[in-house]
């Protein structure tokens, strides 16, 4: 009996030995390769969770969960045409990557931001709400930016402008109106640019020596004109008279008779409609500015401009984006295809462009999981937008500046209303000049 008890308590030590060794090879089986950095899918634990150490967040991407983009655009109201023109260019860039991005759907919200201050600042809290939202295409007008971008930025986002101007929106100095935030870059011209070159081409190709302005207290419309009388006069030329209508206002009698009174050689008001096509309709009811040129700016650069206002548009010049070449052409193709005919403003391939520098940047500092999660880092996101060069878009070649600044203003041109606007349903109006 004691041999077989001996034996019996041999067997069971034994057995414990053995089940001690299995238990340690099976927990110990983790301790390379993972080093809980997270993102790194190609080496190591591949089945390891993703961890997100960006400093200021990370958006999560289920494996079935669409890679998800906003946009924040005008897109009711008179200046609806503008977020019209930039949506149909996100949707185009979307398309051409067949709507997936990591192999994930890419899906599309938006906000209606109404080209004023409030309608900004509603979209962004709203759209700041979701944080799924990896970035935002927008704004299209500057004052929706400026009061959305506090917003914006402290909830970690990105949004790129296809068509805010207003040069405090790229400016970092608050001491001389900058309003810039960590976040925002835009495809847009600056409109440094765009003033310059409108007061460029009165003076030296028109031959105007005198000037009046008038803009609508937008940062849009004052940014602009500031710049066009600093150039106008640096050039030699004089300003007879610098004014404001209010946005809503349809008589323009007061400001065109304080006008009429030293009747310049041109009139610059880089300005929306319908405020834009009362001036200029009203503007003929003065004998004393008969022989006084019209312009405006990229505000006006729509189809719906020339139709509203009549024969009074007929001469009149515009500033704003020209793009051409064969990718443009193309582009071009592709609208008509999807939308019929042509885009009704001029910032739709600035959109574009906006769209793939966002979806290129999303794709380059993505972590994927080997189960399709995604975390997409916030300040990483920002980084790489930042560090964007020589990006080939359709508007020319961008590179972006420490405070988003990313287009040269190359893609900038004078056009000239004619009767086929006006009445033949022609659109884009031909191109007079071209610095």
Known sequence: MKKK?????????????????????SSSGDTTGNTGTGGDTTTGDTTAPLTCSDAIGCVEVGPDDPILIAYMLTISGATAFLGEDSRGGIEIAIADRGGKLLGHDISLTGEDTLCNAEGGQAAATKIAANTSIVGIIGTSCSSEARAALPTISGAGLVMISPSNTAPGLTNDDPATEGTWQPGYYRTAHNDLFQGRVAAEFAYNE??????????????????????????????????TYAGAVNVGETNMSSVLTDIAANAPDIIYFPIFEPEGNFIAEQSGDFAALSNTKLMGADGLLSASF??????????????????????????????????????????????????????????????????GTILIGRQALRDALTATANFNGLTGVLTCNATGDCATGEALAIYQVTEAEVSGGNWPPPIVWQP
């Open 306 to 371: 020339p139709e509203a206002t009549g024969a009074a548009a007929i001469g009149m010049y515009l500033s704003g984006p020209a793009v051409s070449g064969d990718a443009y052409s193309a582009f071009l193709t592709k609208w008509d295809a999807r939308f019929g005919g042509a885009p009704p403003s001029g910032f739709h391939a600035h959109a574009y462009d906006a769209t793939n520098m966002l979806l290129d940047a999303i794709e380059k500092v993505a972590q994927v999981g080997a189960d």
């Open 206 to 239: 028109l031959g105007a020596r005198t000037a009046a302005t008038i803009h609508d207290g937008s940062p849009y419309a004052d940014g602009l004109r500031k710049v066009f009388e600093d150039v106008f006069k640096e050039l030699g030329g004089e300003i």
């Open 5 to 25: 008890s001996y034996l019996l308590v041999a067997l069971l030590l034994l057995l414990g030995l053995i089940l001690t060794a299995c238990g340690g090879n």
